[in-house]
C-alpha cells in the first residue's frame, strides 16, 4: 500500500493505544536481548513462512524495466529454504518468471495480474495470468492489487476482469483480488465474486503503535473474515520498515521490523493463518512512491544480504 487516502479513516478500524492491546503480542520484548532475539527471528526464519512476497527490482531498476530471468532466480534461490509459498505482482516485464522458477522450486504460488488505468497493459497482464495458469504455474490467481483503492478501475471493470479470469483457467484454481481488508466490507459485489478473500493488512499505514500492532492486524483479519463470510481468508501483504520516516505512531526501525516478524509468524503458525509478508528484499524504486520508508519493508536489504542475522540495536 503506497499511498495514504484522508477517506481511509472513515472505513479504518478505530483502535486506541492503550495497556490493555499489549497482551496480546505474543513475546515480551522487554525481556529480551538483542541476541536473543536474533536467536527468535532466526528460528522462525527457518521452520519457513507460509508466504512471501517477491521483490523483483535491484538498485538502478523500476517497474517498466524487463527483468531478466536470471535474476529472477538468483533472488528466488536465496528465499526458497525459507517459504512455501511466493506472491507476485504481475505477469509482464519479467514477472512471468517468477512462478515458473518457484516451481522449480518446489514452491507453491500466488500470481497477480497488475490492473490500472492502461487498458492495454491490463488485456496483457489479463492474458499473462490466464497463460500461467492453464500451464500449471499458479495455484492462486489475484485479479489486480488495490485497484479499488487507488481508484484506477470501477467495480463493474474489475468484475468483468475477474470474470474473465475464471472462465478463462481451470477451475480447480481459487480467484481473488488483493486490497486493504476494509474494501471486502465496503464492496461486497467484488467481495461475492471472489473464490477467497486476499486482503493487505498494515497496522504501520494506520499510524499503529508497534506494541499494538499485532492486536490491530488481527483486527483487520477478522473483519475481512466477516465480510467474506465463511470464505477463505489470506493476508497478502503485512511487514513492517526497518527505517525512514514515522507515519503518526507508527516508527520504524530495525528493532521493530524484527519483533513484527516475530509476532506475525508466531501468530501466523499457532493460529494456521496463511500470510505472506512483505517483502523479501528491500527496493530502492519505492523511496519515490513512499517517502524513504518504501524502501526498507525487506527481510533482505537491496544487497540480498539478510538485515537481521547478528544484528545489533
Not at 82 to 101: A, L, Q
Request: charged share 25%; glycine share 6%.
Amino acid at each position: 500500500m503506497s499511498f495514504r487516502r484522508k477517506e481511509d479513516s472513515l472505513y479504518q478500524i478505530k483502535f486506541d493505544n492503550n495497556n490493555e492491546f499489549k497482551n496480546f503480542n505474543k513475546i515480551d520484548f522487554t525481556a529480551k536481548t538483542p541476541e536473543e532475539l536474533n536467536v527468535l527471528f532466526s528460528d522462525l526464519l527457518n521452520t519457513e513462512m507460509h508466504g512471501i512476497c517477491f521483490s523483483m527490482y535491484q538498485d538502478g531498476q523500476k517497474p517498466g524495466d524487463m527483468i531478466s530471468d536470471e535474476q529472477v532466480r538468483r533472488r528466488m534461490e536465496i528465499i526458497a529454504p525459507y517459504t512455501k509459498w511466493v506472491r507476485s505482482f504481475s505477469c509482464t516485464e519479467g514477472n512471468e518468471f517468477i512462478p515458473i522458477i518457484a516451481k522449480e522450486f518446489g514452491i507453491k504460488t500466488l500470481v497477480g495480474a497488475w490492473l490500472g488505468d492502461d487498458p492495454e497493459v491490463n488485456k496483457n497482464e489479463i492474458e499473462g495470468l490466464i497463460k500461467l495458469s492453464n500451464e500449471g504455474f499458479v495455484d492462486i490467481a489475484a485479479v489486480g492489487n488495490e485497484v479499488m483503492y487507488r481508484k484506477d478501475l470501477t467495480e463493474d471493470e474489475l468484475l468483468k476482469f475477474i470474470d474473465r479470469v475464471k472462465k478463462a483457467i481451470p477451475d480447480t484454481i481459487p480467484v481473488g483480488y488483493v486490497d486493504a481488508y476494509y474494501e471486502f466490507t465496503i464492496k461486497p459485489r467484488i467481495t461475492e465474486a471472489c473464490d477467497v478473500i486476499l486482503t493487505n493488512c498494515y497496522p504501520f499505514w494506520e499510524g499503529c503503535n508497534l506494541d499494538y500492532s499485532l492486536a490491530h492486524m488481527k483486527s483487520m483479519y477478522h473483519q475481512a473474515l466477516q465480510a467474506g463470510n465463511g470464505k477463505k481468508v489470506i493476508i497478502t501483504e503485512t511487514g513492517w520498515p526497518s527505517q525512514g520516516e514515522s507515519f503518526k505512531d507508527s516508527h520504524p526501525s530495525k528493532q521493530g521490523a524484527l519483533q513484527y516478524f516475530v509476532n506475525t509468524q508466531l501468530w501466523s503458525k499457532e493460529e494456521n493463518i496463511d500470510v505472506f509478508y512483505f517483502s523479501s528484499f528491500d527496493e530502492s524504486w519505492k523511496v519515490g512512491a513512499e517517502g524513504e520508508v518504501g524502501a526498507y519493508w525487506g527481510i533482505w536489504d537491496k544487497n540480498e544480504k539478510l538485515k537481521y542475522n547478528n544484528e545489533q540495536f
